[in-house]
Nanobody, 126 residues
Framework: VQLQASGGGLVEAGGSLRLSCAAS????????IGWFRQAPGKEREFVAA????????AYADSVKGRFTISRDNAKNTVYLQMNSLKPEDTAVYYCAADPGNPPLRVVVGLEEYDYWGQGTLVTVSS
Protein backbone atom coordinates (compact mmCIF):
# COMPACT_ATOMS: atom_id res chain seq x y z
CA VAL A 1 0.00 0.00 0.00
CA GLN A 2 1.23 3.52 -0.78
CA LEU A 3 0.66 6.28 1.76
CA GLN A 4 0.50 9.99 1.00
CA ALA A 5 0.82 12.38 3.91
CA SER A 6 -0.25 15.98 3.44
CA GLY A 7 -1.41 19.05 5.31
CA GLY A 8 1.83 20.28 6.79
CA GLY A 9 2.89 23.89 6.73
CA LEU A 10 3.99 26.89 8.74
CA VAL A 11 1.82 27.94 11.66
CA GLU A 12 2.22 30.21 14.67
CA ALA A 13 2.36 28.78 18.16
CA GLY A 14 -1.15 28.14 19.42
CA GLY A 15 -2.45 27.48 15.94
CA SER A 16 -3.87 24.35 14.35
CA LEU A 17 -3.21 22.08 11.40
CA ARG A 18 -4.86 18.94 10.14
CA LEU A 19 -2.69 16.29 8.56
CA SER A 20 -4.08 13.67 6.22
CA CYS A 21 -2.76 10.25 5.32
CA ALA A 22 -4.35 8.84 2.19
CA ALA A 23 -3.83 5.27 1.09
CA SER A 24 -3.82 3.77 -2.35
CA UNK A 25 -5.59 0.56 -1.45
CA UNK A 26 -9.10 -0.27 -0.31
CA UNK A 27 -7.70 -2.80 2.18
CA UNK A 28 -6.43 0.25 4.06
CA UNK A 29 -9.53 -0.12 6.18
CA UNK A 30 -7.97 -3.22 7.76
CA UNK A 31 -4.64 -1.51 8.59
CA UNK A 32 -3.68 -0.07 11.93
CA ILE A 33 -2.28 3.42 11.34
CA GLY A 34 0.24 5.49 13.22
CA TRP A 35 1.67 8.96 13.05
CA PHE A 36 5.31 9.55 13.89
CA ARG A 37 7.49 12.62 13.73
CA GLN A 38 11.16 13.38 13.39
CA ALA A 39 12.69 16.69 14.37
CA PRO A 40 16.11 17.75 13.06
CA GLY A 41 18.84 15.85 14.81
CA LYS A 42 16.43 13.64 16.69
CA GLU A 43 15.11 10.13 16.32
CA ARG A 44 11.70 9.40 14.88
CA GLU A 45 9.13 9.24 17.66
CA PHE A 46 5.61 8.02 18.12
CA VAL A 47 2.82 10.60 18.05
CA ALA A 48 -0.53 8.83 17.74
CA ALA A 49 -2.08 5.59 16.55
CA UNK A 50 -5.51 4.26 15.68
CA UNK A 51 -6.77 0.72 15.33
CA UNK A 52 -8.17 -0.37 12.01
CA UNK A 53 -11.70 -0.35 13.37
CA UNK A 54 -11.21 3.17 14.69
CA UNK A 55 -12.35 1.97 18.07
CA UNK A 56 -9.08 2.46 19.90
CA UNK A 57 -6.49 5.21 19.86
CA ALA A 58 -3.25 6.03 21.61
CA TYR A 59 -1.20 9.20 22.00
CA ALA A 60 2.23 10.19 23.12
CA ASP A 61 2.14 12.07 26.41
CA SER A 62 3.57 15.15 24.70
CA VAL A 63 0.52 15.54 22.45
CA LYS A 64 -2.26 14.14 24.60
CA GLY A 65 -5.14 16.59 24.88
CA ARG A 66 -3.92 18.62 21.89
CA PHE A 67 -3.88 16.13 19.00
CA THR A 68 -6.70 13.90 17.77
CA ILE A 69 -6.34 10.98 15.41
CA SER A 70 -9.31 9.74 13.41
CA ARG A 71 -10.02 7.77 10.27
CA ASP A 72 -12.54 7.60 7.47
CA ASN A 73 -12.23 4.15 5.99
CA ALA A 74 -14.68 5.00 3.21
CA LYS A 75 -12.13 7.58 2.04
CA ASN A 76 -9.05 5.47 2.83
CA THR A 77 -7.80 8.37 4.92
CA VAL A 78 -6.52 8.93 8.45
CA TYR A 79 -6.37 12.40 9.96
CA LEU A 80 -4.30 14.01 12.66
CA GLN A 81 -5.89 17.16 14.02
CA MET A 82 -3.25 19.20 15.80
CA ASN A 83 -4.35 22.04 18.06
CA SER A 84 -2.47 24.34 20.42
CA LEU A 85 0.69 23.75 18.47
CA LYS A 86 4.02 24.48 20.11
CA PRO A 87 7.44 25.18 18.60
CA GLU A 88 8.59 21.78 19.88
CA ASP A 89 6.01 20.15 17.59
CA THR A 90 8.13 21.22 14.62
CA ALA A 91 9.11 18.09 12.71
CA VAL A 92 8.51 16.02 9.63
CA TYR A 93 5.39 13.97 10.28
CA TYR A 94 5.06 10.49 8.84
CA CYS A 95 2.12 8.15 8.66
CA ALA A 96 2.58 4.40 8.69
CA ALA A 97 0.37 1.37 8.16
CA ASP A 98 0.47 -2.10 9.64
CA PRO A 99 -1.78 -4.94 8.44
CA GLY A 100 -2.92 -8.05 10.20
CA ASN A 101 -4.00 -6.69 13.57
CA PRO A 102 -7.10 -7.33 15.64
CA PRO A 103 -9.74 -4.62 15.23
CA LEU A 104 -8.91 -2.80 18.48
CA ARG A 105 -5.15 -3.08 18.53
CA VAL A 106 -3.15 0.11 18.31
CA VAL A 107 0.45 -0.17 17.16
CA VAL A 108 2.87 2.20 18.84
CA GLY A 109 6.19 0.64 17.98
CA LEU A 110 7.94 2.19 15.02
CA GLU A 111 9.54 -1.11 14.09
CA GLU A 112 6.18 -2.86 13.75
CA TYR A 113 5.00 -0.84 10.79
CA ASP A 114 5.36 -2.27 7.30
CA TYR A 115 4.48 0.76 5.16
CA TRP A 116 5.51 4.41 5.44
CA GLY A 117 4.49 7.61 3.74
CA GLN A 118 6.94 10.25 2.55
CA GLY A 119 6.37 12.74 5.37
CA THR A 120 5.00 16.25 5.58
CA LEU A 121 6.81 19.14 7.27
CA VAL A 122 5.18 20.99 10.15
CA THR A 123 6.87 24.17 11.32
CA VAL A 124 5.57 26.01 14.37
CA SER A 125 6.94 29.49 14.91
CA SER A 126 7.18 31.09 18.33
Amino acid sequence: VQLQASGGGLVEAGGSLRLSCAASRRTFSSYAIGWFRQAPGKEREFVAAISWSGGNVAYADSVKGRFTISRDNAKNTVYLQMNSLKPEDTAVYYCAADPGNPPLRVVVGLEEYDYWGQGTLVTVSS
